[in-house]
């Protein structure tokens, strides 16, 4: 079975840290630009960051840039995400999703990333 799962998510205080991680079974995550995406009750999906396939291109959302750091390691076929001085405002279900690509960068739009995890629920809170 093909699937990406997340874990890592948990509770946290504000200015905390925790580190997500993506598995892929099924599959190797080589063809693969990988991206972070979050949703806040409420609110409406949105991108976080995203990993080209090589690892040597990542993006962030403003709102997380300087705070998250997105890193991959091929040979294990897990992505990760380092979140930093966590904020009340980073409360949200993470979703990690896996575009096939020939490109050399990532995208960080919903509609290119056809395999997406089950998510994993980080809460910032004291």
């Known amino acids: 079975q093909l699937q990406l799962?997340?874990?890592?998510?948990?509770?946290?205080q504000p200015?905390?840290?925790?580190?997500?991680?993506?598995?892929?079974?099924?599959?190797?995550?080589?063809y693969y630009a990988i991206g972070w995406f979050r949703q806040a009750p409420g609110k409406e999906r949105?991108?976080?960051?995203?990993?080209?396939?090589?690892?040597?291109?990542?993006?962030y959302a403003d709102s997380?840039?300087?705070r998250f750091t997105m890193s991959r390691d091929?040979?294990?076929?897990?992505?990760?995400l380092q979140m930093n001085s966590l904020k009340p405002e980073?409360?949200?279900?993470?979703?990690?999703?896996?575009?096939?690509?020939?490109?050399?960068?990532c995208i960080m739009k919903e509609r290119v990333y056809e395999k997406w995890g089950q998510g994993t629920q980080v809460t910032v809170s004291s």
């Open 46 to 59: 949105e991108g976080v960051s995203c990993i080209s396939k090589s690892g040597g291109s990542t993006k």
């Open 5 to 12: 799962v997340e874990s890592g998510g948990g509770l946290v």
């Open 64 to 66: 997380v840039k300087g």
């Open 90 to 105: 980073d409360t949200a279900v993470y979703y990690c999703a896996a575009d096939y690509t020939f490109q050399a960068i």
């Open 15 to 30: 200015g905390g840290s925790l580190r997500l991680s993506c598995a892929a079974s099924g599959f190797t995550l080589d």
């Open 74 to 80: 091929n040979a294990k076929n897990t992505v990760y």
